[in-house]
């Protein structure tokens, strides 16, 4: 079974700064890994997604993530953040076998000061 | 085109009520899926179905709560009888194939509270 971790709950920046924000994941098999991010009282969207290939995506807004097979480990950044990046990121796997299943990460909570 | 339709956005119910959610997919998408979001438990996969079809529904927490999924474009989770540790965010998604790889189109959500 796969599990996520975020490691912060919560992560204030300034605007325009640069953010990380940290998962790390757990999984016997290969895996599919997600970024989604929900804004206020709205469902998920997709910022963005590794299935293979190259370990950096580029995902909507500005983000990106990279893939590290060796510390499992699948870290959202974005150079410079805007106010309207407040939201919240969820971390999310699933098995490279097929299975639809999505576990989710708590959530991090980006908020941005001016 | 529209994006995954939830009804209604708001429930209050008092327990032991009869609770149904109601969910309306994108056109097209072979996939839906139930989700809970509460503060302590995060978001959880409740049940999912593939053309209409079970296939895990593992997440279903008690007997008290049921999926259905008459036709591609409906799909109801039934709260019977409510109780207030039900209160929370009932997301539904859905998505274009029956594949591991594909984004999961949420909706709005449903916000119960039980009292």
């Known amino acids: 079974a796969q599990s996520v971790t975020q490691l912060d709950s919560q992560v204030p920046v300034f605007e325009e700064a640069p953010v990380e924000l940290r998962c790390n994941y757990s999984?016997?098999?290969?895996?599919?890994l997600f970024w989604y991010v929900q804004y206020p009282n709205q469902g998920l969207q997709l910022l963005l997604k590794?299935?293979?290939?190259?370990?950096l995506v580029k995902g909507i807004n500005g983000f990106e993530a990279e893939f590290n097979k060796s510390q499992t480990s699948f870290h959202l950044r974005k150079p410079s953040v805007h106010i309207s990046d407040t939201a919240e990121y969820f971390c999310?796997?699933?098995?490279?076998?097929?299975?639809?299943?999505?576990?989710f990460g708590q959530g991090t909570r980006l908020t941005i000061n001016p | 085109d529209a994006g995954v339709i939830q009804s209604p956005r708001h429930e209050v119910t008092e327990m032991g009520q009869e609770v149904t959610l109601r969910c309306k997919p994108i056109?097209?998408?072979?996939?839906l899926f139930w989700y809970r979001q509460t503060m302590m438990r995060g978001l959880e996969l409740l049940i999912y179905?593939?053309?209409?079809?079970?296939?895990?529904d593992s997440g279903m927490p008690e007997d008290r709560f049921s999926a259905k999924m008459p036709n591609a474009s409906f799909s109801t989770l039934k709260i019977q009888p409510s109780e207030p540790r039900d209160s929370a965010v009932y997301f539904c998604?859905?998505?274009?194939?029956?594949?591991?790889?594909?984004?999961?189109?949420f909706g709005p959500g449903t916000r119960l509270t039980v009292t």
């Open positions: 998604a859905s998505s274009p194939r029956s594949s591991g790889w594909d984004e999961q189109y």
């Open positions: 999984s016997s098999v290969s895996v599919y």
């Open positions: 590794y299935l293979s290939g190259s370990t």
């Open positions: 999310a796997v699933s098995d490279g076998q097929g299975a639809q299943k999505l576990v």
């Open positions: 056109s097209g998408h072979n996939s």
């Open positions: 179905f593939n053309n209409n079809v079970p296939i895990d």
